[in-house]
């Protein structure tokens, strides 16, 4: 007669772990962006695009910054007006 707890304990050994998994493929994607990355950065003109995009995506950032800050603002004043106006009735 075998053990079923023996069969689960198997089961579970034979397989792969998916954190270590996940792990193992975070940090040899990571690798492949550095090397990717110092290469291009290694090229003036590769670099200078680079940057330039980084400009372009901190304008970007700074514009989507202001429209939330303007819908926040617009909420907050309908919250206040349709709080007052519950009180009121």
């Known amino acids: 007669m075998t ?14 772990n998916p954190v270590v998994a996940a792990v193992t493929g975070a940090i040899v994607g990571a690798t492949a962006v ?10 003036d003109d590769s670099r200078k ?15 989507m ?10 909420g907050k004043e309908k919250v206040k007006k349709a709080v007052n106006a519950a009180k009121k009735s």
Do not use: F, H
Not at 34 to 43: F, H, S, Y
Not at 49 to 63: G, L, R, S, T
């Open 3 to 16: 053990n079923q707890n023996q069969k689960k304990q198997d089961e579970r050994k034979s397989g792969v």
């Open 34 to 43: 550095a090397i990717a990355g110092a290469a291009v950065l290694a090229n």
């Open 49 to 63: 695009k680079v940057e330039k995009a980084i400009d372009k995506a901190k304008d970007n950032v700074v514009d």
């Open 65 to 74: 910054k202001s429209d939330v800050e303007e819908k926040l603002a617009e």
